[in-house]
């Protein structure tokens, strides 16, 4: 059974898209187009928050040297720096 606020992310999520494809696509008034803006600002943060909780809660569970479970926090990659053979050394 799929947790509540798992499914509100999710319906957050799908909500925003909408909006942008809205803002990108259409001809809208002024109001509507602040209005929809204010309403994708809110999920944005909604889901922005919700991602920043279950990263902190991730945890890599790693072997060690007798095949017992290690864990260690989830550190998120720098996705601009490439490890080379160097780096593992």
């Known amino acids: 059974m799929a947790r509540p606020r798992g499914s509100e992310f999710e319906k957050s999520f799908q909500q925003l898209e909408e909006i942008v494809k809205r803002l990108e696509s259409e001809e809208l008034p ?4 602040l209005r929809l803006f204010e309403e994708g600002i ?7 928050q919700r991602l920043e909780e279950v990263e902190k ?14 864990t260690e926090p989830f550190e998120p990659e720098e996705s601009d720096e490439t490890p080379t053979d160097d780096d593992e050394e």
């Open 57 to 70: 809660k991730i945890e890599l569970i790693l072997a060690d040297a007798k095949g017992q479970p290690v």
């Open 42 to 48: 809110r999920l944005s943060r909604f889901c922005h």
């Open 30 to 33: 002024l109001d509507e187009s």
